[in-house]
């Protein structure tokens, strides 16, 4: 008897975050993640998230994972009329990280690509024995096909165009405690397998505060994004004596070298760093780049700076015809991410539409 012919590889695409949207999906922050140490740091972390979550669901539905532990705690900061709460085992809540990437294919079939997440490469305070199971669980609540990937990566390390471009760190994929021995093209090979790249962009690094402690050693999401096709917004820091002026200049002679997926050079359009250069701790690394897009409209981090009226501004203009609504953010950043951080966009696909 003849053996069944071999499956036909999926051509997975990773859509642009502008396209239409079946909902966002959140986690909620533990008590034990260092998010929340202390009751005072759970609440405000908390308050942020769940301010963020309701704000998204003005636009769109939003699911939020909640650990089993955590149900009551969520159920007093959320409204559920307006936020889908589920239960599942959680170590953290960074949801762009820890969950999957949806893909969709030429059928109009949603697929999860399941990344292996290793805690921003064995961070020495990061625990991910749950973290890791996230993205088959979310897969599995979307409806959508489980794509596995043996590559050590975090939905904040790439930007897509939806058309085949890609922006990625070398300090995130190449990071020898990610991915060992993996070389540039061992990567290319996998996002174009994964998620449908065939033009990456390569950038030197992220954020100098990125790269410290809480980091994530250099996230593209908080540097660069891509609005619309053939338009870069780039974060740029003013202050000479910050850290990211050289940095940001370093990205933006990066990306001026480079072209989009069609072969011609990108508009790029600078966007000025919040004013607020230090916390308690350190530099910042406020960004207005680390934003969310949703159906009809863009949810931005606001810090209560002279800034964020021009950033809301730019954002209007990069994003015509959407709403944009400026959330306060310091309290998201001070875990070491912002509001495009802690979400996750499900695209909407021909067979859900």
Not at 68 to 73: G, K, N, S
Not at 165 to 188: F, H, I, M, S, Y
Request: charged share 25%.
């Amino acid at each position: 008897m003849a053996s069944a012919p071999a499956e036909h590889p999926r051509s997975w695409r990773m859509p642009a975050e502008t396209e239409p949207q079946a909902r966002v999906w959140m986690a909620f922050p533990t008590v034990g993640s260092y998010l929340a140490d202390g009751p005072e740091a759970a609440c405000r972390a908390r308050t942020a998230w769940a301010r963020v979550a309701h704000t998204i669901a003005e636009f769109e539905p939003v699911t939020m994972v909640v650990d089993p532990a955590e149900t009551e705690a969520a159920r007093s900061h959320l409204d559920e009329g307006k936020v889908e709460i589920v239960e599942a085992p959680l170590d953290d809540a960074w949801m762009r990280d820890i969950g999957p990437t949806f893909v969709v294919d030429e059928s109009g079939q949603l697929g999860a690509v399941d990344w292996v997440f290793n805690g921003w490469g064995e961070q020495s305070w990061a625990r991910w024995g749950k973290d890791v199971r996230i993205g088959a669980f979310v897969a599995a609540r979307a409806g959508a096909k489980p794509e596995a990937s043996p590559m050590v990566n975090e939905g904040g390390g790439i930007h897509v165009d939806g058309l085949g471009t890609v922006l990625v760190t070398e300090t995130v994929q190449l990071d020898p405690w990610r991915n060992p021995g993996w070389t540039k093209a061992d990567v290319e090979a996998e996002l174009a397998r994964t998620i449908g790249a065939e033009h990456v962009i390569w950038l030197p690094r992220g954020l100098y505060r990125d790269s410290l402690r809480l980091g994530t050693r250099g996230h593209v999401d908080m540097t660069v994004t891509i609005p619309s096709p053939g338009v870069l917004l780039v974060h740029v820091q003013e202050e000479p004596m910050h850290p990211d002026h050289a940095i940001s200049r370093e990205i933006l002679d990066a990306v001026r070298d480079t072209r989009d997926a069609t072969g011609l050079p990108w508009e790029i359009i600078e966007v000025p760093a919040p004013r607020i250069v230090r916390d308690s701790f350190d530099w910042v690394d406020y960004s207005y780049i680390n934003h969310l897009v949703v159906n009809g409209g863009v949810i931005g981090c606001a810090f209560d700076d002279p800034n964020d009226l021009q950033a809301k501004e730019i954002l209007e203009t990069a994003y015509p015809g959407r709403e944009v609504v400026m959330v306060p953010a310091k309290d998201v950043f001070a875990g070491g991410g912002g509001i495009h951080c802690i979400t996750q966009q499900e695209p909407t696909t021909g067979e859900r539409g």
